[in-house]
């Protein structure tokens, strides 16, 4: 069962053989990417619209989707979806107030904007910061359960399945952004195809388990049959509300995370910043409609898995050390197709990890080359020497990340929460140092500065909070909820919007109080023109807006 016959290794080395010769001719169809930093590190003016947002969603979706969010699907329900649906909404704000302001600074990595509109302590602290979160955190999440989730599907050998993944990402990575965002168009493709194969087969195991002829029917017996897998807004008393604290998904800490994501990250920002304006917002619109998609290839497998479950199938199956695993739920079903089409689902999965990988890779060597090693060793490196130097940095993140991979506890945190939880650290002081410094001139470096500690601290002092002070009383208006270990916590999404606040309460006070500020030379110049769109784009924003309303209307 956990075996891949000849079929599946024919398909999958197809997908193999098309990235990777797709990758040869794009590279050398423009050999201007060997040597220069902006053609490396953004593939600049080159990117489509199309291969833009395929390329973000790409780098976005990874094993901690597949696995991950799959998983939750089988333990929480559609609720979980409102990562992929959020997104969609966030792609809009960042593609319309965001990009007109790094395209007009010509801002190339974020470090960069931080100098710009700081100072340089701000962006170096920032840029190290970075580097090590990529790298301890991201890079090393993405690969360890990229690794884990082939190797059980695969019955390949683990740290073979891993060395596997992080060669072929390494492959594609070192032929620099256009390499990325032009197989990332296929690797999409294969995403996409060789998700909604195994969706398809989720709803016909449901069909032929209950007799409901059509896969639409069986759409419909799943929300008959688990209706409390169906809510996209979690009340206080739901066991989950910790990691989908009810309303705040929709007006609260969701916000930041997705804004930060999004709109403040090297790692995805990078693809649309060597683009025009409307190229660039048309990519993010792009990657809006396919964020839409994603719960359905993501999510739905894991209701049905849990549906399927709840009727006798997948007992033993769903068992890790003897005891439920919910992140089973995805390899369980990919492992129950038919030849051949279990390799395009393996392929699928594999496509998503190497995608964020090389995505991920890409932005760790640009921080470095552009942002620590030309601007503090070697001040003189020519465009060859730092597109040589990125190169070795992909290959030695990649290793670091392998080194690290095995202890950092991920399996036992669960990817997706381990990326979420971390991240969420830093997340609202980034953010606010980015908000403010798009939009409100005054905003000085002290400020920014104090965004950054103090936002840590503060996220940090949240976090143990609980061990100090009986935290019962804020569950009555939803700021609690006891965890696993009976302990009354604040869920972290909640956190990070307190956080935020004490950061922005923060930065203006420290700003007000200098007198200087009113005539701070770094505030951005901006006007409301920047921010206009063109008729194509509005309408199709507001076709994104419409889905939103009526899902979460619908499955309030």
Known sequence: MHKLVTQDYIVFFIYFVIVAGYGLYIYNRKKKAQTDTKDFFLAEGSLTWWAIGASLIASNISAEQFIGMSGDGFSIGLA???????????????????????????????????????????????????????????????????????????????????????????????????????????????????????????????????????????????????????????????????????????????????????????????????????TARNGLLFAGFLKILMPLIVVIPGIAAYVLYQKGMFHEEMLKNGVLSKDNAYPVLLNMLPPGLKGMAFAALTAAVVASLAGKA???????????????????????????????????????????????????????????????????????????????????????MYALLVGLATSVFLKFLPVMVDLSPLHSIGFAAMNKDGIWEMPFIDRMGIVFLVCIIGMIVITLSNKNSKNNPKGLEIDSSMFKTNTAFTIGALIICAILLVLYTYFY
């Not at 506890?409 to 990326?419: Q, R, V």
């Open 80 to 278: 979980i979806s409102t990562y992929e649906w959020m997104a969609a909404a966030t792609l809009l704000v960042v593609a319309i107030f965001f990009l007109p302001i790094y395209l007009k600074n010509k801002i190339y990595t974020m470090p960069q904007f931080l100098e710009q509109r700081y100072n340089s302590k701000v962006s170096t602290i920032m840029a190290v910061f970075w580097l090590l979160l990529y790298i301890v955190v991201n890079l090393t999440s993405i690969l360890y359960l990229g690794a884990l989730a082939v190797s059980t599907i695969s019955g390949i050998n683990f740290y073979a399945c891993m060395s596997g993944l992080a060669l072929f990402a390494i492959i594609i990575t070192l032929g620099g952004m256009k390499v990325i965002g032009y197989t990332d168009v296929i690797q999409v493709f294969f995403l996409i195809l060789g998700g909604l194969a195994t969706t398809y087969l989720a709803l016909d195991l449901v069909s032929q388990k209950f007799g409901t002829p059509g896969i639409f029917n069986s759409m419909k017996h799943l929300m008959s049959t688990a209706p409390d897998h169906f809510h996209m807004i979690l009340q206080k008393d739901n066991p989950h509300y910790l990691d989908l604290p009810g309303l705040s998904v929709l007006i609260g800490g969701m916000w930041i995370i997705n804004l930060n994501y999004w709109g403040c990250n090297q790692y995805i920002t990078q693809r649309a910043l060597g683009a025009d304006l409307k």
């Open 362 to 448: 890409n932005s760790i060597s640009t921080i470095y080359s552009l942002d620590i090693h030309k601007k503090i060793f070697n001040k003189e490196a020519s465009e060859q020497e730092t597109v040589r130097i990125g190169r070795w940095v992909v290959v030695i993140a990649m290793v670091i990340a392998i080194f690290l991979s095995n202890f950092l506890g991920i399996d036992k945190e669960g990817g997706f929460k381990f990326i979420q939880e971390y991240t969420g650290f830093v997340s609202p002081g980034v953010f606010a140092m980015f908000i403010m410094g798009f939009f409100w001139k005054r905003t000085t470096s002290a400020a920014a």
